[in-house]
């Protein structure tokens, strides 16, 4: 069983920046692709960025088209985190954010492959 804890949102002014923690117990961490997903009201659960293992200790990220150059993505193993660095936050990235673990470290952006789901963090950006 593998427990998903996420921190870091908050209310920020468009333009602002924003960091969110997840932190994960349980299970093999390094192994697993790790996710963020984000959704608002009414919206099915949207893809944002994840970091999947490749070999050894190379790990490769994916981005949604709609925060590539503004939301990076990263991973300390020892700490059993994964990060999700937001700037140049847009109000159309107002949502609930949601950290989730893949197990099988599969590849694509189908919220249905991730195993484990945090509680989910409140993000707005205000305009």
């Known amino acids: 069983q593998v427990q998903l804890v996420e921190s870091g949102g908050g209310l920020v002014p468009a333009g602002g920046s924003l960091r969110l923690s997840c932190v994960a117990s349980?299970?093999?961490?390094?192994?697993?692709?790790m996710g963020w997903f984000r959704q608002t009201p009414g919206k099915e659960r949207e893809f944002v960025a994840a970091?999947?293992?490749?070999?050894?200790?190379?790990?490769?990220?994916t981005y949604a088209d709609s925060v590539k150059g503004r939301f990076t993505i990263s991973r300390d193993n020892a700490k059993n985190t994964v990060y999700l660095q937001m700037n140049s936050l847009k109000p159309e990235d107002t949502a609930v954010y949601y950290c989730?673990?893949?197990?099988?470290?599969?590849?694509?952006?189908?919220?249905?492959?991730?195993?484990?789901w945090g509680q989910g963090t409140q993000v707005t950006a205000s305009s």
């Open positions: 989730a673990a893949d197990t099988l470290n599969r590849a694509g952006s189908n919220w249905r492959d991730y195993d484990y």
């Open positions: 349980g299970g093999t961490f390094r192994n697993y692709r």
């Open positions: 970091v999947r293992w490749s070999s050894g200790s190379i790990y490769y990220a």
